[in-house]
């Protein structure tokens, strides 16, 4: 009689995933310009150390992005590569290497409501990591990045705006 439960390893292989939305008071183009303005990351988003612009695309934004970040008690690194849809209503990125993660692929997209003066910004990310690390550890870490993404762009878009 064949065996139905799955493999255990099947589990390990699996990327954790995490959807947020939130509606922000600015234009899809001032989240746009925010989010591609890499280099500022260390000043709003709170685990961010460092990043360097290592290839930029034919418009000037960041094409491969390095990124060194606290993670777990520890420093990451890992580089990006960033792909722009309809500007500025999407961007996406993709890991091309890491030291901590297997994988990382995500994306912004930002959908205009109340006629374009806010912004909904929908954030999904999907992450494997080459580490193993308890499960409750995981979720902690994903809650922060979660919240960089949206709380800190939010604040970093209202700082930029009334600056």
């Given at each position: 009689?064949?065996?139905?439960?799955?493999?255990?390893?099947e589990r390990?292989?699996?990327?954790?995933?995490?959807?947020?939305?939130?509606?922000?008071?600015?234009?899809?183009?001032?989240?746009?310009?925010?989010?591609?303005?890499?280099?500022?990351?260390?000043?709003?988003?709170?685990?961010?150390?460092?990043?360097?612009?290592?290839?930029s695309d034919?418009?000037?934004?960041?094409?491969?992005?390095?990124?060194?970040?606290?993670?777990?008690?520890?420093?990451?690194?890992?580089?990006?590569?960033?792909?722009?849809?309809?500007?500025?209503?999407?961007?996406?990125?993709?890991?091309?290497?890491?030291?901590?993660?297997?994988?990382?692929?995500?994306?912004?997209?930002?959908?205009?409501?109340?006629?374009?003066?806010?912004?909904?910004?929908?954030?999904?990310?999907?992450?494997?990591?080459?580490?193993?690390?308890?499960?409750?550890?995981?979720?902690?870490?994903?809650?922060?990045?979660?919240?960089?993404?949206?709380?800190?762009?939010?604040?970093?878009?209202?700082?930029?705006?009334?600056?």
């Open positions: 009689m064949a065996d139905s439960r799955k493999d255990p390893t390990l292989n699996m990327s954790d995933h995490a959807t947020q939305r939130k509606i922000i008071n600015a234009t899809p183009q001032q989240c746009f310009d925010v989010i591609t303005d890499f280099e500022s990351y260390p000043e709003w988003a709170e685990d961010i150390k460092s990043v360097s612009i290592l290839v034919e418009t000037g934004l960041g094409g491969d992005v390095r990124f060194r970040a606290a993670a777990m008690g520890r420093s990451t690194t890992y580089t990006l590569r960033y792909y722009y849809g309809s500007n500025p209503l999407r961007i996406a990125w993709r890991q091309i290497e890491g030291d901590i993660t297997k994988k990382i692929e995500g994306e912004y997209e930002f959908i205009p409501v109340e006629n374009g003066i806010k912004t909904e910004v929908v954030y999904h990310l999907a992450a494997d990591l080459a580490i193993l690390i308890p499960g409750f550890v995981k979720r902690r870490a994903e809650s922060r990045i979660v919240r960089a993404a949206l709380d800190a762009l939010g604040a970093r878009i209202d700082s930029v705006a009334t600056a």
